[in-house]
């Protein structure tokens, strides 16, 4: 089975500065990793993946994650954030054998002060 | 363009009454869950499907039901037997089997009761 922890469940950043996002995960299998952000009062989206190859895989916002197989890290970077930046995202990770769901994290808030 | 569609997106309810969420995809996927979201708590898992007339609860299923007659509908029913029933509700769906493409989301639905 799998596991994923966010280690902060809020990050408050000033605008126009970095960020980082912190997602670690749990598995014996290989895995795909995911990132989603969810603005308020609406769904998930896909923000990135990492299936295999490069370990650094990008957004189309300006986003980065970087897979670290032995630190079972997937962290989520930005090193310029906008206030509308402001969201939740949320880390996932699933097997890449068999019918596997879907393992979110419990989330970090970011928000973005002026 | 494909995606999926949940409906209403606010919905009251009075205490002792049966309210039916309604989840519709037209990506063709096989797999169909649906989430609650509270406030700090991240995701969890109500119930889900992986083919018509099949379905497994999740970690929350108490006070739930949900049926699957066609591959793009997942309607959920939140019963007076679910005793904390105000919350975010998310509908996604998915491939079934080694999914490298992750979850889409709908937009939710928000019940209140009342």
């Known amino acids: 089975a799998q596991s994923v922890t966010q280690l902060d469940s809020q990050v408050p950043v000033f605008e126009e500065a970095p960020v980082e996002l912190r997602c670690n995960y749990s598995?014996?299998?290989?895995?795909?990793l995911f990132w989603y952000v969810q603005y308020p009062n609406q769904g998930l989206q896909l923000l990135l993946k990492?299936?295999?190859?490069?370990?650094l895989v990008e957004s189309i916002n300006g986003f980065e994650a970087e897979f670290n197989k032995s630190q079972t890290s997937f962290h989520l970077r930005k090193p310029s954030v906008h206030i509308s930046d402001t969201a939740e995202y949320f880390c996932a990770v699933s097997a890449e054998q068999g019918a596997q769901k879907l393992v979110f994290g419990q989330g970090t808030r970011l928000t973005i002060n002026p | 363009d494909g995606g999926i569609t949940q409906s209403p997106k606010y919905l009251f309810r009075k205490e002792g009454q049966n309210v039916t969420l309604s989840c519709e995809q037209n990506l063709n996927h096989d797999a169909m869950y649906w989430y609650r979201q509270d406030p700090g708590q991240g995701l969890r898992l109500i119930y889900y499907s992986q083919i018509v007339n099949d379905f497994q609860k999740g970690d929350i299923a108490e006070g739930y039901s949900v049926s699957r007659e066609k591959k793009e509908s997942f309607p959920l029913t939140v019963t007076s037997a679910q005793k904390n029933p105000t919350a975010f509700y998310l509908c996604?769906?998915?491939?079934?089997?080694?999914?490298?493409?992750?979850?889409?989301f709908g937009s939710g639905t928000r019940l209140t009761v009342v």
């Open positions: 990492y299936l295999s190859g490069s370990t």
């Open positions: 996604a769906s998915s491939f079934s089997g080694t999914n490298p493409y992750g979850y889409t």
């Open positions: 598995s014996s299998v290989s895995v795909y």
